[in-house]
């Protein structure tokens, strides 16, 4: 927009279209502004803009825009706060008597459009609170364009296959701001249509609903399952060493998946870095892993037969999901440009806190994995069915037989631990097989384990192979990377 332009818009009659403002810190004004011309009540299919450094009467105020203003504005539209997510741009004009910040918004064919759970609308000059018979009509109308699938009706679906007192008690709380919702007596159908999850025209839910809240989402949609497979080696032609299925409504299945990761995937080990610390050493950060996934789900293509698949092998993860990347996202421009398969299953995952931050999430990954030793991740966008990223583990950055800490370590050894170290071949042993490099008897095997066995797990030298059960009579040892690397050491002294 040029000041020719600026000022035409000024002079213009269409209130309705035009919000002005001097103020530069009342976001919630801002945002309530946006709210309410992306939902377009009157169906101009106008944009509407709010004008920052306009007094009332249309005089510009001699503002001067910086780039802080501009970011804050700017990060208006991915901060979670208005769902589904408004199309807006931002941009200053400078003008002889000031700038102006002007964001121009675009009329959302995914309504209503909410603020911290408010149906914000423009009434003429003015914005208000939509009343129950405006946001039905904006229900309406969102229904008759139909976006995005997960927003169909499931006519074969009725209000007995989804959990709707799940809905009423944890999901209507947190999508609808409580002094609304206490004041709500409508039927739960229209509650419900309000938030995209189900379909007055057919009296039935959303796939939405299902995919959420269902109490048999495969009944509806086969595919609709996450797969677990770890492989032994680097391919799926390798033994399968664990298998899981995870099914069921997401709001039951994402905290599950959550546990799982942290409990079955992640793994960590102490590696020293001097001879008195240490530090945990993980093969994956759990939030990089935990968002890759949830995104999988959020963005996954719900029509297709084939499951979400999280496959581990020993050297990477892969995550493959169904549905290539989605509207205005490409190849080329990603990850910089996003767009979303299931609008209403993101806004739900949003509002659930299963995912945070929009457009961002990619670059949260790399840094992470980055952070916790990992090489990058390869993301694989040119399958026009699938969308793949593959994790590789993290890297041992520590050269454990060419370090200082080895040498350092091999000089302050016990001839105790020396003695079980040198015992060690490639296999595990159990503790009667180390005693053997003792003269002590069998009798004394706590003994042994006191002196030679103890000594060597806490200085990081040996592992057990059941770290949960340290008492296990299968209990059996082997050497850590660092204690290979003490080995070569002490047998290279030897000769």
Request: glycine share 4%; with cysteine.
């Amino acid at each position: 927009m040029n000041e020719k332009e600026l000022y035409e818009l000024l002079a213009t009659d269409e209130s309705y279209r035009i919000e002005r403002t001097i103020s530069t810190n009342d976001m919630d004004k801002f945002q309530e502004a946006i709210c309410a011309f992306a939902n377009d009540l009157p169906v101009q299919r106008k944009h509407g803009y709010l004008l920052i450094g306009v007094d009332d009467k249309g005089k510009i105020s001699g503002l001067k825009v910086d780039d802080a203003l501009m970011k804050r504005i700017s990060g208006i539209r991915s901060d979670g706060n208005i769902l589904p997510l408004p199309i807006m741009t931002t941009e200053k004009v400078e003008t002889a008597d000031g700038d102006v910040l002007v964001v121009d918004v675009t009329p959302s064919f995914d309504t209503p459009v909410r603020y911290r759970g408010r149906t914000f609308v423009r009434i003429g000059p003015r914005r208000d609170i939509a009343s129950r018979e405006e946001e039905r009509i904006l229900a309406e109308r969102c229904s008759a364009s139909l976006p995005t699938f997960d927003t169909y009706p499931c006519r074969e679906a009725t209000l007995d296959d989804i959990d709707v007192d799940t809905i009423r008690s944890e999901y209507l709380p947190r999508a609808i701001a409580q002094d609304v919702l206490i004041h709500d007596d409508r039927p739960i159908e229209e509650q419900l249509a309000a938030l995209h999850l189900y379909n007055t025209q057919w009296h039935c839910p959303t796939y939405a609903a299902l995919i959420m809240f269902g109490k048999n989402p495969r009944f509806f949609m086969p595919g609709d399952l996450i797969q677990f497979v770890r492989f032994e080696g680097n391919d799926n032609g390798g033994k399968i060493l664990n298998e899981r299925r995870f099914e069921g409504a997401l709001y039951t299945v994402l905290p599950r998946l959550e546990s799982f990761i942290q409990d079955a995937i992640i793994t960590k080990r102490p590696v020293p870095i001097s001879i008195l610390r240490e530090k945990d050493v993980y093969n994956y950060p759990f939030k990089a892993l935990r968002e890759l996934l949830m995104n999988a789900l959020m963005h996954r293509d719900y029509q297709a037969n084939t499951p979400t698949r999280l496959y581990q092998y020993d050297g990477h993860i892969e995550i493959l999901n169904p549905g290539g990347l989605y509207g205005q996202a490409r190849p080329e421009n990603f990850p910089n440009v996003n767009d979303y398969r299931n609008s209403v299953i993101a806004e739900m995952m949003r509002t659930l806190s299963y995912v945070n931050m929009f457009n961002h999430g990619i670059r949260e990954v790399k840094s992470l994995l980055n952070e916790n030793g990992n090489p990058k991740p390869q993301f694989k966008v040119d399958y026009i069915t699938a969308f793949a990223v593959e994790i590789p583990i993290a890297a041992d950055n520590e050269n454990v037989e060419n370090d200082q800490l080895v040498q350092e370590l091999v000089t302050h050894l016990s001839w105790q631990v020396k003695a079980l170290i040198m015992s060690f071949n490639s296999s595990e042993k159990s503790a009667l097989d180390l005693q053997l490099v003792t003269n002590l008897s069998p009798k004394s095997l706590p003994l042994f384990r006191k002196q030679f066995i103890y000594p060597a797990i806490e200085s990081s030298l040996v592992a057990m192979t059941q770290p949960d059960k340290p008492k296990s009579s299968k209990q059996k040892y082997c050497l850590t990377a660092l204690g290979e690397a003490v080995k070569k050491v002490l047998v290279q002294n030897s000769k």
